[in-house]
């Protein structure tokens, strides 16, 4: 499992957000956070990542490291 897959469940989570509320919040589809979560995307593009990042309010380094 990807770094990325294991924190963006948990700050998600931390944040007290469903997969779908972030997806809206970060304007990207609810099945973009599905994959990444299931860590069938493992790769996502650094524009989704930007999005999801300041969906959460956080930097792009704390979500992927």
Do not use: C, F, Y
Request: hydrophobic letters at 40%; charged letters at 30%; zero cysteines.
């Amino acid at each position: 499992m990807s770094n990325i897959t294991k924190n963006l469940r948990k700050l998600r989570e931390a944040k007290g957000l469903s997969q779908e509320k972030l997806a809206r919040s970060a304007d990207v589809a609810n099945n973009t956070i599905i994959k990444i979560e299931a860590g069938k995307n493992q790769n996502p593009t650094l524009d989704t990542l930007k999005k999801i990042a300041k969906a959460l309010e956080i930097s792009v380094d704390d979500l992927i490291k």
